[in-house]
């Protein structure tokens, strides 16, 4: 009778004890995907119009005069064509893309630091290493370009702006559903992930760059910091304080000025070092799904946009998207981490 009582009291014991543990990282989760959405849906609101004047000069096409002479043209004559609300012509996918994008960066990176941490690569006690930071965001961006392709493919080809059509009469853009039936019915499911290698090139490496950056930026923040204050911290405090936020949750946050700086240091970095892949994405997405042609494979139209207009073709419209990207990004981060702070679903 002794014998079997021991094992029983010792189950009863563990069993609590990874029941909460497994609960913990669960909410953990959930909070990720829950503040990541309402982080994402906030900072779509703000880069949405840039972001069509993006598209519109990226998809311009080869065979014909540019339409537009560069971002502020493409403004102006977006304005006078479509009015202000006609820059926002399309965002419900994008929305719904920007929730997904968002929360499924950030739940991923987390599932990232997870596998590290159980592969018994690093201590959970202590923190990650940047350079550990900058792979978990890349393998969170190569997860979320499986999710974020389809909803920007659909985006894309709302915000080109309407042709006249062989009547003579400009047919309204469609609608996304309108959108979805068509591609659905020439391409079939795999057509939704046209482009797929572009998203993939630039969310992997971009993401890396996202949080690799706002992370870098965060780390010099705290020396900086820690050296411009040396006596009102101990020793101890002022050793926390030059760990990066993700890897230690229980730091003081930083002044909202150097928080935004961080956010925006990352959204900059994201966009600008892997802008050329964007920019062949969105023209192969912005093909009509009804055209006879061939589909372009993704390095015959880097080539093509390559060899007519060089290395300023495939940088078209990076400006106005890393401009844009800078408040965006650190809203995101700002409310992310506001969030993650003062709520706690468990």
């Not at 020439?186 to 690799?212: D, K, M, S």
């Not at 080539?303 to 419209?317: D, F, N, P, S, T």
Request: charged share 20%; glycine share 8%; with cysteine.
């Amino acid at each position: 009778m002794a014998a079997t009582a021991t094992p029983e009291f010792t189950s009863s014991e563990a069993s609590p004890a990874f029941s909460v543990k497994g609960k913990e990282a669960l909410m953990d989760a959930v909070e990720d995907i829950v503040f990541g959405s309402i982080a994402g849906v906030a900072g779509k609101y703000i880069e949405y119009p840039f972001d069509t004047v993006k598209v519109r000069l990226q998809s311009q096409p080869d065979h014909l005069p540019l339409r537009y002479t560069g971002p502020l043209d493409c403004f102006k004559q977006s304005l006078r064509s479509d009015g202000f609300l006609g820059l926002y012509r399309g965002i419900s996918a994008p929305l719904v893309g920007a929730a997904l994008e968002t929360s499924s960066l950030f739940f991923w990176e987390r599932v990232a630091r997870e596998a590290f941490f159980k592969a018994g690569l690093y201590q959970r006690e202590k923190p990650l290493p940047l350079s550990a930071l900058w792979l978990t965001g890349a393998i969170s961006g190569a997860f979320t370009s499986l999710v974020l392709t389809p909803v920007e493919l659909v985006k894309c080809k709302i915000q080109v702006p309407a042709k006249a059509s062989t009547d003579g009469m400009v047919h309204r853009s469609p609608t996304p559903l309108t959108v979805i039936r068509e591609v659905f019915r020439h391409q079939g499911l795999r057509g939704f992930w046209n482009g797929q290698l572009g998203t993939l090139i630039r969310e992997t490496g971009g993401c890396a760059a996202w949080f690799g950056s706002k992370e870098t930026v965060t780390l010099l923040f705290r020396h900086l910091n820690s050296r411009n204050a040396p006596f009102s911290s101990s020793p101890a405090s002022l050793k926390r304080q030059n760990l990066p936020t993700t890897s230690e949750t229980s730091l003081a946050p930083l002044p909202l000025w150097q928080q935004a700086v961080a956010g925006a240091s990352a959204g900059m970095s994201y966009n600008f070092l892997f802008f050329p892949a964007d920019t062949i994405k969105s023209r192969m997405q912005t093909v009509s799904v009804s055209s006879t042609a061939p589909q372009v494979k993704f390095w015959d139209e880097g080539v093509a946009i390559w060899r007519q207009y060089g290395l300023k073709g495939l940088y078209r419209g990076c400006g106005i998207t890393v401009a844009r990207s800078a408040p965006s990004s650190a809203f995101i981060f700002i409310i992310f981490d506001a969030l993650k702070g003062r709520f706690h679903l468990a």
